[in-house]
């Protein structure tokens, strides 16, 4: 008992420096003041904002988002790529529309600076939009040096559209998620950061146009935010709530975090609370109302992904997280240290919908949160090997049933994502794009989650399941905080595998390869293997033969055609019949007998069974 007594002290002292000891770069900081106004749905802000020059030559400008003009009006980038349409939610029409303007602009104790500030497009020079902005400074920032700026805003919320907005909840109160919304550093890139050579001469500016299909980069830090709401209302945000404090009609609530890259916070006056604490970490659940018997629901799914992670992948470092049961189109999101989940009135425990949005969601404190790759220009770092731990935890945690637990027909996470992959049309799309470059929203979503997903379950079938999870625990720990690329991960993989994996990679990842496995024709003792795609996979095949023996073969799987012959005549030939080529796009094909087939003449559910299992 001592001695567990002891190591919860040290455990919990070893936690609470690290929050003190810085864990990342911490190249910016924030400290926001910031007043919500419910009625006009508008922020009032100012913010002391700090960047570091990690390169080696003098900057002279730097780079913002201000991410809230994606919704000014139709004509800004996001607009025109989304086509007012997001994730199947729609924006337009009157109080729908957002912004962000800045109202002063200077360094501490100097002029406004806002005659130097002008907007750039640097991804499709859309001279009608207004989310990246630069600043060009009375004096370059030296290296190592930093520079403060203070900052008056004000930002309108746009009608909940894209993750970030208000909207009217079930009760008629407004609800509030405040994402993606004030003025933000973009990211300068030192030499030898992502793919900048380390022998450049200077660094750059990685700064990206808000786009309808991408997300986020940027560097970490520390912040502090002081959000002042009328009286009554329920905060939840990113990092620890520090101090709350009331005054007349207002209570202003603060919150700091550390070794993070972005702060969201939410308001609602209809929130209700659940709380729990796993190991160091205090969980809180702010749930509609109308699903407030869904509560424990939402904080077990939370233990389920916290223990998994912390067996599996790597140990959640810091003490909070905050799940936020959010409205229409700002569900299923992730920030630093809070999520919004997503659920309906009544949802049976058949669905385990809230259960897989939520594990996702805090997959991404992993992917998006640690390791803080750049998900405009290689989202499938995060959404891909989002989507395969998603499927690992909710398979591993809920059985064969972990999507729909349908009594006498079960449908797992794992398959629902290969089937998303092969019955998308978009499949033939290459995983490593910048996102705003894809040519369709389908192949955007295929290629951001459900086909690298299935492209690491293959590399598991490969590697095998405990290769896997050192492959994944080694790239989350060695490249927390450090904005890892593509490179980086393969590299940990061929390290961690002991083996080239250039051929797979290059394929599935930089290319449009597929591959489909079939078996053609069986003549007497020879029968003809196909694949049907362009890219290969190794192939384990078994063949019954005229007196029931069964034979093993293994084929590279390089070639289109491949024939294997024996001393007797062939009955049956299974391509794969272990499953290990999850990247097949057709399994239908892939087996044939001359003899009528029992898989084939099996009752209607056991045949569906086998189609979905495709
Ligand atoms: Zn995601």
């Not at 425990?349 to 405009?376: C, D, K, M, P």
């Not at 910048?434 to 955007?444: L, Q």
């Not at 590697?463 to 989350?476: C, F, I, S, V």
Request: charged share 20%.
């Amino acid at each position: 008992m001592k001695k567990a007594i002891c190591l919860l002290f040290f455990g919990l002292l070893s936690i609470s420096l690290r929050a003190q000891v810085p864990q990342s770069e911490r190249v910016v900081s924030y400290h926001i003041k910031v007043r919500l106004d419910p009625e006009r749905k508008t922020l009032i802000g100012t913010q002391t904002m700090t960047w570091r020059n990690t390169g080696p030559t003098p900057v002279q400008a730097l780079q913002f988002h201000l991410y809230l003009n994606a919704f000014r009006d139709a004509k800004s980038t996001f607009m025109r790529e989304s086509g007012g349409e997001h994730r199947g939610f729609k924006t337009g029409g009157k109080d729908t529309w957002g912004r962000i303007d800045l109202i002063n602009i200077r360094q501490t104790n100097g002029p406004d600076l806002r005659s130097r500030l002008y907007f750039i497009r640097p991804d499709d020079g859309n001279p009608n939009d207004f989310t990246v902005a630069a600043l060009s400074l009375p004096e370059a920032v030296a290296p190592g040096k930093t520079v403060s700026l203070e900052v008056q805003f004000q930002a309108k919320l746009p009608r909940i559209f894209a993750r970030t907005g208000w909207a009217t909840d079930e009760t008629g109160h407004p609800f509030f998620m405040v994402a993606q919304w004030f003025p933000k550093f973009g990211v300068y890139e030192p030499p030898g950061r992502r793919y900048v050579p380390t022998n450049a001469p200077t660094g750059r500016w990685n700064t990206h146009q808000f786009h309808s299909n991408s997300e986020f980069y940027a560097d970490f830090g520390s912040y502090k935010v002081e959000m002042t709401v009328p009286n009554g209302y329920l905060i939840g945000a990113t990092g620890r709530e520090t101090t709350r404090t009331s005054d007349g009609n207002q209570t202003t609530f603060v919150y700091e975090a550390h070794d993070v890259h972005d702060f969201a916070w939410t308001a609602s006056r209809s929130f209700r609370e659940f709380t729990t604490t796993w190991k160091h970490v205090k969980i809180r659940a702010l749930v509609q109302e109308v699903h407030a018997a869904q509560g424990q629901r939402h904080l077990d799914a939370a233990i389920t992904a916290l223990s998994y992670f912390d067996r599996w992948y790597g140990t959640y470092p810091y003490d909070t997280l905050t799940l936020v049961d959010a409205l229409s189109g700002a569900n299923g999101m992730e920030y630093p240290t809070l999520i919004t989940c997503g659920t309906s009135y009544g949802m049976p425990t058949w669905s385990r919908f809230l259960e897989a949005v939520t594990i996702h969601e805090f997959g991404h404190q992993f992917w998006y949160g640690l390791v803080a790759s750049n998900e405009f220009e290689e989202s499938w770092l995060d959404e891909g090997i989002n989507s395969y731990t998603e499927h690992k935890i909710m398979d591993a945690a809920y059985g064969s049933g972990s999507a729909l637990d349908l009594p006498g027909f079960p449908l797992s996470d794992g398959v629902l994502q290969r089937l998303s992959f092969t019955l998308d049309r978009a499949n033939r799309c290459v995983v490593v794009t910048d996102t705003w470059k894809f040519t369709s929203d389908d192949a955007f979503r295929t290629c951001s989650y459900s086909k690298p997903g299935t492209i690491l379950a293959a590399l598991e079938a490969l590697l095998g399941t405990r290769t896997m999870q050192n492959l994944l625990r080694t790239y989350a720990s060695r490249w927390r905080y450090k904005h890892p690329t593509t490179h980086d991960f393969m590299a940990v993989a061929e390290e961690v595998a002991g083996r080239p994996l250039g051929w797979f990679f290059q394929q599935y990842l930089f290319s449009a390869a597929t591959n489909d496995y079939a078996v053609g024709d069986i003549r007497g003792k020879t029968v003809w293997l196909q694949n049907l795609g362009d890219g290969h996979f190794p192939q384990n095949i078994r063949f019954v033969l005229e007196n029931g023996e069964i034979v093993w073969r293994y084929w590279e799987g390089r070639d289109q055609w491949k024939a294997f012959s024996f001393p007797k005549n062939i009955r049956a030939v299974h391509i794969d019949p272990l499953f290990q080529n999850r990247l097949d796009l057709d399994r239908l094909n892939n087996q044939k007998t001359i003899a009528p087939d029992d898989h084939f003449s099996g009752p209607l559910k056991r045949r569906l069974l086998l189609w979905i299992q495709q």
